[in-house]
């Protein structure tokens, strides 16, 4: 189980999670991890894109506890309904959300840290940030950091499905 912030615009729009320019970047991560994207339940911890408007463009604006507390029941359910293995938290903001304020992402990231919502949880960068980064080699670097997270993930899952 995959989980980030919140939507994006163009999330929010289509309705489902990761389809934008963030989505094409967790696809090419997931694939050099050698893991199948329809194999990964995708959700965010808030459920809304929390935006402000600028001009024409609706701009991401980070989402506040309240904002996280409001989407709490729906990401509990989703967790108690999927029975993740794995729980790979996508950034600090779904990081924080469901494993506590003191991870830190920079500090924890691909680390098996111990949480109560799956047998194993591991943290690590939000796609966007790879789209962040200034020059392409810090892009490229950041993607490999990225897929190597996600191969740590990978090596979690045992061979035999949960009934």
């Given amino acids: 189980m995959l989980v980030g912030e919140q939507p994006g615009d163009e ?9 934008g320019l963030a989505g094409r970047v967790l696809d090419e991560a997931l694939e050099a991890a050698g893991i199948d994207r329809l194999d990964v339940y995708v959700t965010n911890v808030v459920k809304h894109f929390k ?19 409001a989407c709490r029941a729906w990401i509990e359910k989703e967790i108690e309904v999927v029975r993740p293995e794995v729980l790979v938290c996508l950034g600090a903001t779904a990081a924080q959300a469901l494993l506590g304020p003191s991870v830190r992402v920079t500090v924890d990231r691909g680390r098996d840290l111990p949480t109560s919502l799956a047998p194993h949880a591991l943290v ?14 810090d892009r490229r670097q950041a993607l490999h950091e990225l897929t190597a997270d996600l191969k740590r993930a990978a090596a979690h899952l045992s061979l035999h499905p949960r009934p």
């Fill in 11 to 19: 999330e929010d729009k289509a309705g489902l999670p990761f389809v």
């Fill in 124 to 137: 690590t960068i939000h796609p966007s940030a790879v789209l962040r980064q200034p020059t392409s080699d």
């Fill in 51 to 69: 935006h402000l408007i600028k001009g024409w463009r609706r701009w991401h604006k980070k989402p506040s506890k309240r904002d996280i507390d």
